[in-house]
């Protein structure tokens, strides 16, 4: 099969790799029908984190092919949506909702998924199926259920995003656009949506978002702030993982407001007496995407939210690497990929 491989920051490759094979009984294989890149893969691609002949990818959508002897909920023929961590679904963390920290869990990003196939573990807890083959239109939307939609999501939820609130939005990427419009869809009141990127900041409007905050940093504290009366916003989804933006992010909530925090983590060190001083509640990390996993697909199969929008660049497989440029280059928000 031809699959993605990052032989080192920058050098992106589609390669043959063997055909993945059921290893445990609990695996099921499927034909991948989309993959996509994350802004997440851009960490190694830029050097920020190493890498060295790695297979890539981490959402994916498809068919099923193959299911271990042990494997319940999903059959062969079956289109399915899964979480970038496999999960049992069974064990005292999956059963609270936080399927991202399974006993168990495996990172798909581990096996990759930008890929013709890929070998799914847990597949009874980690994959879902959807009521029917879908419409070929919705397979992007779909798609941003297995990672980006359930990030930004989760992050709404942690934010404690409802009626009567106002929700900030740190960062323009594909997660921050989905927060925008899942605080929306969970009855915000107000999305503040920071974003100095007109294409950006029209999709935002798009998902939902009633202001638009051009400032960074510290300034753009000033300005959410201004925004609500001098309180700053209930609830706030860090969607970026800089320094810069979790202080501003925290910066931007009022007392007794909630931060919802997905944007992986780089080299962040929160002070803590400004921590202290704000008396805001913090909550965040790898998203447990499975939670969300059949209320997102109902909502997209029912066309009630069209988060495939998100997707502004579409390439072959083959061309994977030009989805890695164009989104370094900020040339694309998010790249779809089709084996
Ligand atoms: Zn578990």
Redesign the pocket.
């Known amino acids: 099969m031809r699959a993605v491989v990052m032989h080192e920051p920058g050098d992106v490759r589609v390669e043959d790799r063997p055909d993945p094979r059921i290893e445990e009984p609990t695996d099921a294989i499927i034909a991948v029908t989309a993959a996509c890149v994350c802004g997440s893969d851009l960490w190694p691609y830029r050097g920020a984190e190493s890498v060295h002949d790695q297979v890539m990818g981490h959402e994916y959508v498809g068919v099923v092919e193959e299911v271990g002897p042990e494997v319940s909920t999903i059959k062969g023929g079956d289109f399915v949506v899964g979480s970038f961590w496999a ?9 609270s909702g936080y ?1 991202a920290y ?4 495996v990172p798909m990003g581990a096996i990759g998924t930008q890929a013709q196939r890929a070998r799914i573990p847990l597949a009874d ?1 980690t994959l879902v199926a959807t009521p029917a083959m879908p419409d070929e239109d919705l397979l992007p939307s779909l798609l941003t259920a297995s990672d980006v939609l359930g990030t930004g999501w989760f992050a709404a939820v942690a934010a404690e995003a409802g009626p009567g609130k106002t929700v900030a939005v740190v960062g323009d990427g594909a997660v921050g656009l989905m927060g925008i419009l899942a605080a929306r869809r969970l009855g915000a009141d107000r999305v503040i949506a920071c974003s100095r990127h007109e294409d950006r900041q029209a999709l935002a409007r798009e998902f939902g978002a009633t202001d638009i905050v051009t400032e960074r940093g510290d300034d753009a504290v000033v300005r959410i702030k201004e925004l609500t009366d001098g309180l700053g916003a209930h609830s706030t989804i860090e969607a970026v993982g800089t320094q810069e933006s979790m202080m501003q992010a925290i910066g931007a909530t009022r007392p007794g407001g909630h931060v919802g925090f997905v944007g992986v983590s780089h080299d962040v060190a929160i002070p803590g007496g400004p921590l202290f001083m704000a008396g805001v509640h913090l909550h965040g990390g790898p998203a447990p995407v499975r939670r969300f996993l059949p209320e997102l697909i109902d909502l997209i199969w029912n066309r009630e939210i069209d988060p495939g929008r998100v997707f502004d660049l579409q390439l072959p497989l083959e061309d994977a690497a030009e989805g890695y440029r164009a989104m370094d280059e900020r040339r694309a928000i998010k790249a779809l990929l089709w084996p």
């Open positions: 999960s049992d679904g069974t064990c005292e963390i999956c059963r399927e399974c006993v168990h869990r807890g």
